[in-house]
């Protein structure tokens, strides 16, 4: 399985990477949360809503899986599950979206 964490931004398909976008498209399973779900469910109909606590374990169910996407909020790196998976799993790519940083700052007009 390759497993793929991608930064979904502040929640909007509008801030979306065309990178991660295509991820989302073509994977086989799509893992997300509700409110990332509502905002993004179109880009694949493969996508599903999981509670934080159970992502983890459908990772470890899906090895027949080849492209596997979760998504999180806001920027990878920082204070989101991409952590803990990346360790737990062997081929992990992580994907930088737009950080909630970046989308505020350009709020600011800064």
């Known amino acids: 399985m390759k497993l793929y964490l991608v930064g979904a931004g502040v929640g909007s398909l509008d801030y979306l990477t065309n990178y991660a976008k295509n991820i989302i498209v073509k994977a086989d399973l799509v893992i997300t949360s509700e409110r990332l779900f509502e905002a993004q469910s179109s880009l694949n ?8 606590s159970a992502i983890e374990e459908c990772l470890i169910k ?49």
């Open 45 to 52: 109909s493969k996508m599903i809503f999981l509670e934080l």
């Open 62 to 110: 899906q090895k027949e899986k080849q492209i596997v996407a979760v998504l999180v909020s806001g920027d990878v790196g920082f204070f989101s599950i991409a952590k803990k998976l990346s360790k737990k799993f062997a081929d992990v790519e992580l994907v930088n979206g737009l950080s909630s940083l970046q989308y505020f700052a350009a709020k600011l007009q800064v």
